[in-house]
Structures are given as structure tokens and as C-alpha cells.
């Protein structure tokens, strides 16, 4: 628990300290940091990390909602590999069909490598520190759940990217983002937890490019 805690704080301080820099500069609507921006992801993250790391709400939540996905005995379907990138997918489909997004191609391409570096090291560097075992057992690299992370992250930039004019499109993007967190349950590689800090920190992510955006140029 003191391992995640410490976490927490430091991904919280670096998400603050990169808001304030950016919030110092004129550059925009989609840049400027807000503390309401921070409000969905950490909360999601804290709410996942006390359902994962205390023993009590580990047993009663988690261990109660896998045993019960996996009563009757389901193959797995894990269509859950290719539809986490589909909601960061449809962000250039979508402007490729002429909708007009809120950045330029070359500014869309380095917001999507910005965000995937973003989850490629703090997904990892949480997994291989907290190093939880998977609900199957053996390995111990469950939280948080990568998958949801992705699908989140993507979703997130879908919605900064679609959500102030089609609402609608951001909508679509959370709840393929959430189908995603279920089917990673329901396949049972992943407990709610996961998902659920495996949620707030796409959401992180995508929010900490965003931010930093005005230094690489946007």
C-alpha cells in the first residue's frame, strides 16, 4: 500500500508541476491545465489502487467479482487486444474523412507517440514495482491493467480532439474505453482495481501530453 501511495503522489506532483508550466502560456483551450482536469483520473487511480492494495477490499470487491465472471466457465475472447487502440484510431479515420479535428496531422501524430511513451513508462513502471499477481496466478504484473490503460488514453484524445464539437464521438470513445475494462475482467486477466487505476492513468496520460504540448511546438 506504501509502495502505491508513493506513486500516486509523484504522478499527481508531475501532472501538477507540467499543468502550472502550461497554464503559464496563452496556447489554447486544449493545453491550459485545470485542477478539474486532474479530478477524473485521480480519483479513478485512488479508487483502484485502495480496491487493489488493501486486503479487505481486495477479498471483497475484487476477488468477489472474478469469481463470479468466471462461474460458468467462458472461453475467453480477448477482442479486447485490437479494440483498446480503436478510440485513437478513429481520431486520424475521422479527420481523414474531412471532420476537422483540433490539431494538424503533424501535431496528431506527435500528441499519439507523446501519450504511448507517456503509458509505456508509467504503466510499466508501476506494474514492475507494485507487481500484484494476475488473477489466473503466476505472473505478477496485473496492476495496473495495460489494456485499459491504452483504451483510455485513447478515448481521452478522441474527446480532446472531437469532444467540444461532437460530443457524441467522445461519448462512443469512453464507452468502447470501458467495454474494454470489462472484457479485460471477463477474460479474467485483470481485477476491477486494475482497471479501474488502469483507467485513470490513459486519462493521465493523454492529459500530461496535452499539457506539455507548448513545449514541443504545437
Not at 464507452?175 to 486494475?194: E, I, P, Q, S
Request: neutral net charge; glycine residues 10%; charged residues 15%.
Amino acid at each position: 500500500m506504501k509502495k502505491t501511495i508513493i506513486i500516486a503522489s509523484l504522478l499527481l506532483s508531475i501532472a501538477f508541476a507540467w499543468g502550472q508550466r502550461s497554464d503559464s502560456l496563452s496556447c489554447g483551450y486544449n493545453h491550459q491545465f485545470s485542477f478539474g482536469q486532474a479530478i477524473a483520473p485521480a480519483t479513478l487511480f485512488t479508487c483502484g489502487a485502495i480496491v487493489a492494495e488493501v486486503p479487505s477490499f481486495h477479498q471483497n470487491i475484487d476477488f468477489a467479482i472474478r469469481d463470479r465472471l468466471q462461474a460458468d466457465g467462458h472461453p475467453r475472447f480477448e477482442i479486447e487486444d485490437y479494440l483498446q487502440f480503436a478510440p485513437g484510431v478513429s481520431v486520424f479515420v475521422l479527420k481523414s474523412f474531412g471532420l476537422p479535428s483540433q490539431h494538424s496531422w503533424r501535431d496528431l501524430a506527435s500528441l499519439s507517440v507523446s501519450c504511448s511513451l507517456f503509458q509505456l513508462v508509467i504503466c510499466n513502471g508501476i506494474k514492475y514495482t507494485v507487481r500484484e499477481e494476475r488473477p489466473y496466478g503466476g505472473v505478477f504484473n496485473s496492476f495496473p491493467s495495460g489494456h485499459t490503460m491504452t483504451a483510455f488514453m485513447c478515448a481521452e484524445f478522441l474527446r480532446r480532439e472531437y469532444g467540444k464539437d461532437y460530443p457524441g464521438i467522445a461519448v462512443a470513445g469512453y464507452t468502447l474505453a470501458t467495454g474494454v475494462g470489462f472484457m479485460r475482467m471477463y477474460n479474467n486477466r485483470h481485477y476491477l482495481g486494475d482497471v479501474l487505476a488502469g483507467a485513470g492513468l490513459g486519462i493521465l496520460c493523454t492529459s500530461l501530453s496535452y499539457w506539455i504540448a507548448p513545449y514541443l511546438r504545437f
